[in-house]
RNA sequence: GCCCCCAUCGUCUAGUGGCCUAGGACACCACCCUUUCAAGGUGGCGGCACGGGUUCGAAUCCCGUUGGGGGUGCCA
């Protein structure tokens, strides 16, 4: 593997956070496109946040969006906690050639003597002091003067005065090594040569350089992308808005749908539309090209792109793809009433009626129920009128002798019979909606009755005109 | 407070000095289609934050203002 090497590093939050996935996505399609690697590396040293099933969560749902760890330029993962030697160890290599010195103040002592001096943040006073390792006493960096200017792929060069950087702690008091620390040790240890990652990270970034720097090593290609926000215009978090991808996934939005939407947060793929396969975005994908402000996540977008993917479904993709919700435990109907063949004739109808899978069963639901569940206002709705009794009537005696059950048989059936009683179709198929589907409103009646049969039509007709006068 | 980033329709964006009386998509509205609801089609609404420059010419370049966001931990 001689490519550039990318990283992607979340912390095992227990989910996979929807801004870490289109990072993740942005640097998965480099490293593909540009022959390169994507290494996977896990940000455990947080104890209170670290359980091997948050890994595999993260893991599965990167496999979900298509970021397979079977794929070659898949790398890892990695779990920053083992390399917790190697953080310490380099730390004191940085106090042992100067570039870092011990503190012994506590964050208690640095606000006293700030309040006492009038200042703000630590002012470097245990610089020269010449202290030793010793319990409770912190390793800082010795941040050099000059400035420090990072060439970010995103934004161009941005530079920072390091004498208003001050003095960061690298190993806390009880001697573990602090995240900045821990990730620029990582990335060289792992030899990557391109970290992108969310704006969040760009103030503290001149930090990392300069430890790239004291360990005379060539700081990696940044690239700061913008942040995900809600419609406050906050960054989106967990607290208050929803970014579990897995969410979105277990509620029935699709895999395709969803890479494509986050992919758009920030970026256009080429050409006339905005729905664009993997392959091609892979190979368009720029980080040159990546807008530089925030994005709002907007469901209503993503839906739509959601309903889109669905559309375009064969019937028996869109089968396979909805049977975890079709073949529920909570379906509304017996699951072992479901079949099959049924639903792969109803499916081009309820296709364009989907926002996600998790609507499929709500519309077919009438085809697998023994005894279909009328709505009382959709029933009363619909049989109120004067001629419904007549609809039935016609209905059942047009039905009743039918030869040939077909959508275009039954409408023609049923037109006759609007006719003889001065209704239009729409008018006249209503109360055969209800009687047989339970509601006003669903997928097209004639296509339905021909999937539903004729005995259970039929059935269900009498069912119904038995209850009206 | 200080540092950094950002600024085109409500939203996501195209646009890299003349092709812009600013294009598309989502949302919204209207109409068409129609077997309910969708989907689809057509049309509409709607934007370059503001002020100075630079230039023959600025959404595009520069400066400032305003606004928004991020960072500033012995969190990651």
């Given at each position: 593997?001689?490519?550039?090497r990318y990283r992607f590093a979340p912390s095992p939050t227990?989910?996979l956070h929807?801004?870490g996935a289109?990072t993740a996505?942005?640097n998965w399609?480099?490293a593909?496109?540009?022959?390169g690697t994507f290494v996977l590396r896990i940000e455990d040293t947080d104890?209170?946040r670290n359980?091997p099933?948050w890994t595999q969560g993260i893991i599965?749902a990167l496999?979900?969006?298509?970021v397979?760890a079977?794929?070659?330029h898949f790398e890892g993962p990695y779990f920053q906690s083992q390399y917790a030697?190697q953080h ?89 090594p602090?995240f900045l620390l821990a990730n620029v040790v990582d990335d060289l240890a792992m030899g990557i040569t391109h970290v992108i990652r969310a704006?969040?990270h ?6 990392q ?11 990696p ?249």
């Amino acid at each position: 593997m001689t490519g550039p090497r990318y990283r992607f590093a979340p912390s095992p939050t227990g989910f996979l956070h929807v801004g870490g996935a289109r990072t993740a996505l942005w640097n998965w399609a480099l490293a593909r496109k540009e022959g390169g690697t994507f290494v996977l590396r896990i940000e455990d040293t947080d104890e209170a946040r670290n359980r091997p099933e948050w890994t595999q969560g993260i893991i599965d749902a990167l496999a979900w969006l298509g970021v397979h760890a079977d794929d070659p330029h898949f790398e890892g993962p990695y779990f920053q906690s083992q390399y917790a030697d190697q953080h310490v160890a380099t730390a004191q290599r940085l106090f042992a050639q100067g570039a870092a010195y011990y503190c012994d103040m506590t964050p208690a002592d640095i606000e006293a003597r700030n309040k006492a001096e009038g200042t703000q943040g630590y002012q470097g006073w245990s610089r020269d002091l010449g202290l030793g390792p010793g319990p409770g006493r912190v390793l800082r960096f010795r941040v050099p003067p000059g400035t420090t200017v990072v060439h970010d792929l995103v934004r161009g060069d941005v530079s920072f005065d390091n004498a208003l950087i001050e003095d960061f702690v690298l190993l806390r008091g009880n001697g573990s090594p602090m995240f900045l620390l821990a990730n620029v040790v990582d990335d060289l240890a792992m030899g990557i040569t391109h970290v992108i990652r969310a704006e969040e990270h760009l103030s503290n970034t001149p930090k990392q350089q300069m430890i790239w720097e004291a360990l005379g090593a060539q700081p990696p290609v940044w690239g700061h992308v913008p942040l995900l926000v809600n419609e406050q215009r906050k960054k989106i978090s967990k607290r208050r808005d929803k970014v579990a991808l897995e969410q979105y996934r277990d509620e029935g939005y699709l895999a395709q749908a969803m890479v494509n939407y986050l992919m758009t947060l920030g970026w256009t793929p080429k050409g006339d539309s905005e729905i664009a396969g993997w392959a091609s975005m892979e190979a368009d994908f720029r980080l040159e090209d990546v807008n530089h402000s925030p994005a709002f996540f907007d469901l209503k977008k993503l839906a739509a792109f959601n309903g889109e993917y669905i559309r375009a479904m064969t019937p028996a993709e869109f089968l396979e793809a909805g049977r975890p919700w079709l073949t529920a435990a909570d379906a509304p109907y017996p699951v072992d009433r479901f079949d099959e063949g049924v639903f792969l004739a109803m499916a081009p109808h309820i296709q364009p009626r989907c926002v996600t899978l998790a609507d499929a069963p709500g519309l077919v639901d009438f085809l697998f129920q023994p005894e279909v569940a009328v709505d009382a206002e959709a029933w009363a709705k619909a049989t109120g009128t004067p001629e419904a009794v007549a609809v039935f009537r016609g209905a059942l005696a047009a039905y009743e002798g039918l030869g040939d059950w077909s959508a275009d048989a039954l409408k023609a059936g049923l037109e006759a019979v609007g006719e003889a009683n001065g209704l239009k179709l729409g008018k006249a198929q209503a109360p055969v909606r209800v009687a047989v589907t339970g509601r006003t409103v669903g997928p097209p009646l004639f296509e339905s009755l021909e999937c539903l049969g004729r005995d259970e039509t039929l059935r269900r007709l009498r069912l119904a005109a038995a209850l009206l006068p």
